[in-house]
């Protein structure tokens, strides 16, 4: 079984500021763990993914995130929010066994509002 | 590389009515095909998997008489909407993983905005 838990359904930061959108994990076997965002009416775009190699995870527009298992965690920090970054984001974890088609479990996703 | 696209992107439809969905990955071939809804403000939620050529699994809770869904090629699965009722507008996003690689990777398709009237 695996689940996600974001923490925070809202998280408004300044322009320039850091952003950190909270993410927990739950799963029975190692996970695969993935970030997406979604803008309005559109679909989902990948920003990084854990795959169980570096633990700290580079991604687009400057995104990173890191995975620490003791915390059964994996936080999304940008340090310096631009305007563009404001959206939904989504925290989503999937079993590295290919038994459950490597079906996505996501989290209920944080709305990243930026203010001028 | 990579995508995948939907057909409509936008539909409404009348109570009562069908309606088809389809998903294609354009530039790769997708042994595995996801179908989500989403509804406003809230997350994803997987509906089906389809493999090609084989019987969608469903999760618990969806009515596989109601939502129809055919993976008739590598690069084509579609759903149907059969007997559309107001509470069945939704979101419903598809996604599709890579073939010949036992790879977890999904790639999304745009969405499509279902409207029951």
């Known amino acids: 079984a695996q689940s996600v838990t974001q923490l925070g359904s809202h998280v408004s930061v300044s322009e320039g500021a850091l952003v950190l959108l909270r993410c927990n994990y739950s799963?029975?076997?190692?996970?695969?763990l993935f970030w997406y965002v979604q803008y309005p009416n559109q679909g989902l775009q990948l920003l990084l993914k854990y795959t169980s190699a570096a633990t700290l995870v580079k991604g687009i527009n400057g995104f990173e995130a890191e995975f620490k298992k003791s915390e059964t965690s994996f936080h999304l920090t940008k340090p310096s929010a631009h305007m563009s970054d404001a959206a939904e984001y989504f925290c989503?974890?999937?079993?590295?066994?290919?038994?459950?088609?490597?079906?996505?479990?996501f989290g209920k996703g944080t709305l990243l509002t930026v203010n001028p | 590389g990579a995508v995948v696209s939907q057909h409509p992107s936008r539909v409404i439809c009348k109570s009562g009515t069908s309606v088809k969905i389809e998903c294609r990955s354009l530039?790769?071939?997708?042994?595995?095909m996801f179908w989500y809804r989403q509804f406003p403000k809230q997350s994803l939620m997987l509906m089906a998997t389809?493999?090609?050529?084989?019987?969608?699994?469903?999760e618990q809770g969806v009515e596989k008489d109601k939502f129809l869904i055919n993976h008739a090629s590598l690069t084509l699965s579609t759903l149907t909407v059969t007997s559309a009722h107001p509470e069945d507008s939704s979101f419903y996003i598809c996604?599709?993983?890579?073939?010949?690689?036992?790879?977890?990777?999904?790639?999304f398709g745009p969405g499509t905005r279902l409207t029951v009237t």
């Open positions: 799963s029975s076997v190692p996970p695969y």
């Open positions: 996604s599709a993983r890579l073939r010949d690689r036992a790879t977890y990777e999904q790639y």
């Open positions: 989503a974890v999937t079993m590295n066994s290919g038994g459950s088609n490597y079906k996505l479990t």
């Open positions: 389809s493999n090609e050529g084989s019987k969608a699994t469903y």
């Open positions: 530039d790769f071939q997708a042994t595995t």
